[in-house]
């Protein structure tokens, strides 16, 4: 279950607090000191950890929560609005282009959980009545290809691809007339992915960024790989300007450091989450709920 581990280690923390008439600032700092911890065992970014801890004790220890009738519940209430807020604060939506179609690029490292997400996030769009075009731009992966035109089938979207011997920026550009010609409302890039960040990949999906105009660069990465999940990010984000990252595998992500730390680190919001191996499993990112479901 996501953030299990934060989420108890957090409750301890609080408990503490928690239904005491009075407390001092030196219960709040020890409070603090366990959030702390429990933030960093959770492999959140050290800093994001630091400024973290930080605003929430100016903002406890500062105003009149520690005189007021419920001084526990205030600081556990600051401390609920802070993650909410390092989640990035409200639900960030999916783009809709003012003229059709909205282009949707995916990209992510190999094993991510790209491809699949293309398939999960053309089903949610088919729920909000919108008709998605699947297309196979991943034309290294062997496979690649078959996997998307399987999904597309399950979902029953149709699915572009012209093979492995076409280039990407060609697909991408023909998919689009693809669209416009039968009037399909979100065109959906399945980008390649490799195992690690190099020039030939980034340089490849800038060209396809730049014939595909797209209005989202989705970035699709695991959040149990943690901290490694932020460098990524970060890395992408540098080169090809996100708009938006798509967590996957956030359902067996125990700790919960890839979705605490990605918005401080880059700037960036997640949009989705990816909670497990089906199609319908994606959920739109909630900062509130996840913030919620950490303090119990
Ligand atoms: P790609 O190489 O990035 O395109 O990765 P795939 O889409 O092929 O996914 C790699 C593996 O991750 C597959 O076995 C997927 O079923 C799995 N996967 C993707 N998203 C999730 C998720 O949200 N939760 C879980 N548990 N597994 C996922």
Redesign the pocket.
């Given at each position: 279950m996501a953030f299990e581990s934060l989420a108890s280690r957090l409750q301890s923390a609080f408990d503490k607090l928690r239904g005491r008439g009075k407390i001092d600032e030196a219960s709040v700092n020890e409070a603090m000191r366990e959030v702390r911890l429990a933030l960093l065992e959770a492999d959140v970014n050290f800093k994001v950890v630091k400024d973290f801890v930080a605003r929430v004790k100016e903002r406890a220890i500062g105003q009149d929560v520690l005189k007021s009738l419920t001084p526990g519940q205030m600081v556990i209430k600051v401390v609920n609005e802070e993650l909410t807020e390092l989640m990035g604060g409200n639900v960030a939506k999916i783009a809709v282009a003012p003229k059709a179609p909205t282009v949707v690029m995916m990209v992510?490292?190999?094993?991510?959980?790209?491809?699949?997400?293309t398939g999960k996030l053309a089903k949610y769009l088919q729920k909000q009545n919108r008709k998605p075009l699947l297309v196979a731009c991943?034309i290294y992966?062997p496979a690649?290809i078959k996997?998307l035109q399987v999904l597309g089938g399950q979902v029953g979207a149709p699915v572009f691809a012209l093979g492995d011997k076409v280039s990407p920026v060609e697909i991408a550009k023909q998919a689009l007339e693809h669209a416009k010609a039968n009037h399909l409302d979100y065109v959906l890039l399945d980008t390649a992915?490799r195992l690690h960040i190099d020039e030939a990949l980034m340089d490849e999906l800038k060209q396809v960024r730049e014939v595909a105009k797209p209005d989202e660069i989705l970035l699709?990465v695991d959040a149990m790989t943690g901290q490694d999940a932020v460098n990524v990010a970060d890395s992408f984000n540098q080169q090809l300007e996100l708009t938006g990252v798509i967590l996957?595998?956030?359902?067996?992500d125990t700790r919960g450091g890839a979705a605490l730390s990605v918005k401080a680190v880059t700037g960036k919001p997640i949009k989705f989450a990816?909670?497990?191996?089906k199609l319908d499993?994606l959920e739109p990112f909630h900062p509130d709920r996840m913030a919620s479901r950490i303090l119990g």
């Open positions: 992510g490292l190999q094993g991510a959980g790209k491809t699949t997400t991943d992966r690649a996997q992915g699709v996957t595998k956030l359902d067996g990816g909670m497990g191996e499993a």
